[in-house]
């Protein structure tokens, strides 16, 4: 636990120093309060060598022995290690070893330096009184808080190892779901990208040869050639320009889609367009039925599952109508009825989760909604990829044709003379 040197005044005007070992330097500052001390500094302790110490952001740090090392990217531990982690302390717990025991022998086994100092500082919080899953929150980037909320459920209850499997099972669909947008999004992005470059180099190399060509024939050029022509010697005389405007363009785009209005109203358009909305409309149903399946079987409390589902949903449009759920339960509705207003979830959900509210086994009729959406996803996927593919062809066909053509007008009218 790092530790914090501090000069302060008591109630007296004395001046005090020391130091005080802290969580952060936040809750050590709150430490020096409560016992009515004025704070004139407070900074790290320098000669602390117990933990690794950053001295260049995360690339140059000093290790727990005091030496410097440098780190070449792989700060954040992969979807893939916290799931073996996870496996392996699932398992380890059910074969008796200690909680701490079992977080000191995994940290060590950890290749991600960030991971293995998260692990560490997990172990020392609960060797000092911390539950599992209050010092995991303190590292929400590794372990989100439906992790968190369901290793404190697997606390309660006694069946933390148990839970630790149905962790995993749910982070294996969420990467399989979040691999199926990526897939869905990859193949037009990567058409969109290799058709600019084409088009890019049709305008100024090609274009610029028949130009010169026809310029020292002298004759009188049909509109579209010379329109092509035009817009050719403009893209080759200020390309430099093109791509600040493009670089702009993105840039504000992302401040903008990180406010608030641009990401709601960028949210609820992506789930209106055509094709992709679709797909993203039945992977928001099977991500919310899989993430109340897993956490109501895990003994989550039915609002406090619904307050997480919104807060990881990844969509605000999505989050607003989650959280207008949970308001509609607080006031007396039934989850049912609820999940029928917006639109969103279809009338086969409704009424298997009416059947599950009736008979006492939601989690289990939503864990079998799950697992129907996820075909439904792995065939809207393949749909959707089988009509992008004719489509972007078909764009990046017309477009190169049109260029083609444009330059071999003036061919083709003078064959047209000749003959």
């Given amino acids: 636990m790092p530790v914090f040197q501090f000069r302060v005044k008591d109630h007296r005007g004395k001046l005090l120093k020391g130091t005080i070992t802290a969580e952060s330097k936040q809750r050590a500052l709150l430490e020096l309060r409560k016992n009515r001390l004025k704070v004139l500094s407070l900074k790290a302790d320098s000669t602390n060598t117990n933990e690794e110490t950053p001295l260049i952001g995360n690339v140059i740090y000093r290790d727990e022995n005091g030496a410097i090392q440098i780190a070449l990217g792989n700060h954040s531990p992969v979807v893939k290690e916290l799931i073996i982690f996870t496996k392996q302390f699932s398992t380890m717990l059910n074969s008796g070893v200690p909680m701490i025991q079992a977080l000191g022998i995994l940290e060590k086994q950890q290749s991600t330096r960030s991971f293995r100092h998260a692990l560490k500082k997990i172990?020392?919080?609960?060797?000092?009184?911390?539950?599992?899953?209050?010092?995991?929150?303190?590292?929400?980037?590794?372990?989100?808080?439906?992790?968190?909320?369901?290793?404190?459920?697997?606390?309660?209850?006694?069946?933390?190892?148990?839970?630790?499997?149905?962790?995993?099972?749910?982070?294996?669909?969420?990467?399989?779901?979040?691999?199926?947008?990526?897939?869905?999004?990859?193949?037009?992005?990567?058409?969109?990208?290799?058709?600019?470059?084409?088009?890019?180099?049709?305008?100024?190399?090609?274009?610029?040869?028949?130009?010169?060509?026809?310029?020292?024939?002298?004759?009188?050029?049909?509109?579209?050639?010379?329109?092509?022509?035009?817009?050719?010697?403009?893209?080759?005389?200020?390309?430099?320009?093109?791509?600040?405007?493009?670089?702009?363009?993105?840039?504000?785009?992302?401040?903008?889609?990180?406010?608030?209005?641009?990401?709601?109203?960028?949210?609820?358009?992506?789930?209106?367009?055509?094709?992709?909305?679709?797909?993203?409309?039945?992977?928001?149903?099977?991500?919310?039925?899989?993430?109340?399946?897993?956490?109501?079987?895990?003994?989550?409390?039915?609002?406090?599952?619904?307050?997480?589902?919104?807060?990881?949903?990844?969509?605000?449009?999505?989050?607003?109508?989650?959280?207008?759920?949970?308001?509609?339960?607080?006031?007396?509705?039934?989850?049912?009825?609820?999940?029928?207003?917006?639109?969103?979830?279809?009338?086969?959900?409704?009424?298997?989760?009416?059947?599950?509210?009736?008979?006492?086994?939601?989690?289990?009729?939503l864990m079998k909604v799950s697992e129907f959406y996820e075909e439904e996803v792995d065939l809207a996927v393949q749909t959707l990829l089988s009509m992008i593919e004719p489509v972007m062809i078909v764009i990046i066909g017309g477009l190169v044709g049109f260029i083609v053509i444009a330059m071999y007008l003036p061919v083709f009218e003078l064959a047209g003379g000749i003959a």
């Fill in 123 to 365: 172990q020392h919080l609960v060797e000092n009184g911390s539950t599992l899953s209050d010092a995991l929150a303190t590292f929400p980037k590794i372990f989100d808080s439906l992790y968190v909320a369901m290793v404190a459920a697997g606390e309660a209850s006694g069946k933390l190892d148990s839970i630790l499997i149905k962790l995993v099972t749910y982070i294996e669909k969420a990467a399989k779901i979040k691999n199926q947008v990526k897939s869905a999004m990859a193949y037009p992005i990567i058409v969109i990208f290799v058709a600019v470059i084409v088009i890019a180099g049709l305008l100024a190399f090609v274009v610029p040869t028949f130009a010169q060509q026809y310029e020292d024939t002298g004759r009188d050029l049909p509109d579209l050639t010379q329109m092509v022509i035009d817009l050719s010697t403009n893209f080759s005389q200020n390309w430099h320009i093109y791509c600040v405007l493009v670089t702009a363009f993105f840039f504000i785009f992302r401040i903008w889609v990180n406010t608030d209005n641009g990401r709601a109203i960028f949210d609820a358009s992506i789930l209106n367009a055509p094709g992709l909305g679709i797909l993203l409309k039945k992977i928001a149903v099977g991500r919310f039925c899989s993430t109340m399946a897993s956490m109501l079987s895990s003994g989550v409390n039915l609002l406090e599952a619904l307050s997480i589902c919104a807060a990881s949903s990844g969509n605000r449009t999505i989050e607003d109508f989650v959280l207008s759920i949970r308001k509609n339960l607080e006031e007396g509705a039934t989850f049912s009825d609820s999940l029928s207003v917006g639109g969103l979830f279809p009338d086969m959900v409704i009424s298997m989760v009416t059947v599950g509210e009736s008979t006492g086994a939601l989690d289990e009729m």
